[in-house]
């Protein structure tokens, strides 16, 4: 069931990337297990499902400990300062960056254990009060102080865009970005890299993928509802 939901989103990635004269293998697909069980990862894992989205530091942390075989952990939701010690060894990438006292927060821990940890900026694209995600004017500064960090390397972007009943309402947004992004990466910072753009969510992956993303996370097409 589960597994069907999974490849039938695969297959709708690849109808975009078609439809945009785009391999398919450019996208990764983080499937959103956020208040879903551990049987449903489980599950997924049987098809070789290895990238996977949580909003919450403890929900992660569990899953984490009682998976039976490690996948890649996604940091989708807002990231508290004090939570970052938590989770700082334990995801592939944190999507939820939008200022530079948290990038601080996560250098910090970072350092501490020696590694280094990879980034993507959060993007309001819309200006919506209720959402969490920097101004896109003031993206690329963020971008070229967080660089001086030695030990947080910043991937790229991410954004969530507005809940609208017809996505194409948001292939200006997606758009936009994608531009935002190949400007931050032709400016070659150091230690940036700009190679995943984190855009698209179950109701609107498709016009996403079609304006260039390389990442998309998806719930509710794969899990069902909340
Ligand atoms: C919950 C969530 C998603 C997945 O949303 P669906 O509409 O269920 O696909 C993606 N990104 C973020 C940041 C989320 O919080």
Redesign the pocket.
């Known amino acids: 069931m589960l597994k069907e939901n999974l490849y039938d989103v695969q297959r709708r990635i690849g109808e975009a990337c078609h439809r945009a004269g785009r391999d398919p293998r450019e996208v990764t697909l983080v499937a959103?297990s956020?208040t879903k069980p551990l049987a449903d990862i489980e599950e997924l894992l049987e098809a070789e499902q290895l990238e996977y989205?949580e909003?919450y530091v403890q929900e992660l942390c569990e899953k984490y400990e009682k998976i039976s075989r490690p996948v890649h952990w996604h940091m989708?939701?807002h990231l508290q300062r004090n939570k970052v010690k938590y989770l700082i060894d334990k995801v592939a990438l944190i999507h939820s960056v939008d200022s530079l006292s948290l990038a601080e927060q996560i250098e910090k821990e970072a350092a501490k254990r020696g590694r280094v940890a990879e980034i993507l900026i959060q993007v309001n694209v819309a200006h919506e009060d209720t959402k969490y995600g920097l101004d896109p004017q003031k993206v690329t500064d963020l971008a070229e102080q967080i660089s001086q960090l030695p030990h947080v390397k910043i991937r790229g972007l991410m954004t969530?865009a507005p809940y609208v009943s017809d996505p194409e309402e948001n292939r200006g947004y997606f758009r936009a970005l994608h531009q935002l992004f190949i400007d931050i990466r032709r400016k070659n910072i150091d230690n940036v890299s700009m190679d995943i753009l984190s855009m698209g969510?179950?109701?609107d992956f498709e016009v996403a993928v079609e304006e260039g993303a390389t990442m998309i996370?998806?719930?509710?097409?794969i899990f069902g509802e909340r």
């Not at 996370?217 to 097409?221: D, F, L, N, S, Y």
């Open positions: 959103v956020k989205g909003n989708i939701g969530s969510m179950t109701n996370r998806v719930g509710t097409a």
